[in-house]
């Protein structure tokens, strides 16, 4: 096993610099992120499901709403890939139980970028043809 003080000092302080900043881009891109999901689940989703269907009206798609919802979670999303990715790259000659760890947010992201068109794209868009009048609620699965 590799240790960090096998590494000749200037390669080990360029690496963790490196190192460093990439884990500033996933501790902020994480963390904004979280923020930002949360507040859509106990907010937006209390009030768009309060009462249905007369308020799956407000939820935050369609022409009404100010901002679409992916034109902030999709440059977040790539913010935490370069953080992630570049995490991983940087610190990939530190030792396997610190690699581990760099590979979990990876993992996690990648399943997320799965799930998200296709389990919770559908379901959304389904919500919003409910709340729209533009499928028949019976229809909604």
């Given at each position: 096993?590799?240790?960090?003080?096998q590494y000749p000092a200037a390669e080990m302080s360029r690496?963790?610099?490196?190192?460093?900043?990439?884990?500033?881009?996933?501790?902020?891109?994480?963390?904004?992120?979280?923020?930002?999901?949360?507040?859509?689940?106990?907010?937006?989703?209390?009030?768009?499901?309060?009462?249905?269907?007369?308020?799956?009206?407000?939820?935050?798609?369609?022409?009404?709403?100010?901002?679409?919802?992916?034109?902030?979670?999709?440059?977040?999303?790539?913010?935490?890939?370069?953080?992630?990715?570049?995490?991983?790259?940087?610190?990939?000659?530190?030792?396997?139980?610190?690699?581990?760890?760099?590979?979990?947010?990876?993992?996690?992201?990648?399943?997320?970028?799965?799930?998200?068109?296709?389990?919770?794209?559908?379901?959304?868009?389904?919500?919003?043809?409910?709340?729209?009048?533009?499928?028949?609620?019976?229809?909604?699965?």
């Open positions: 096993m590799v240790t960090i003080s690496r963790l610099r490196l190192l460093r900043t990439f884990l500033w881009f996933s501790v902020l891109g994480s963390g904004i992120g979280l923020g930002a999901k949360l507040f859509d689940l106990l907010v937006l989703a209390g009030a768009w499901g309060a009462t249905p269907p007369s308020s799956l009206a407000l939820m935050p798609h369609g022409e009404r709403f100010p901002m679409n919802p992916g034109h902030f979670f999709q440059p977040l999303h790539a913010l935490m890939i370069v953080g992630f990715v570049g995490a991983l790259i940087s610190g990939w000659k530190t030792p396997f139980e610190y690699r581990i760890w760099l590979w979990v947010p990876v993992i996690m992201l990648l399943v997320i970028s799965i799930l998200t068109p296709t389990v919770f794209w559908p379901m959304i868009r389904d919500l919003y043809g409910a709340g729209s009048g533009a499928i028949a609620i019976s229809n909604a699965n």
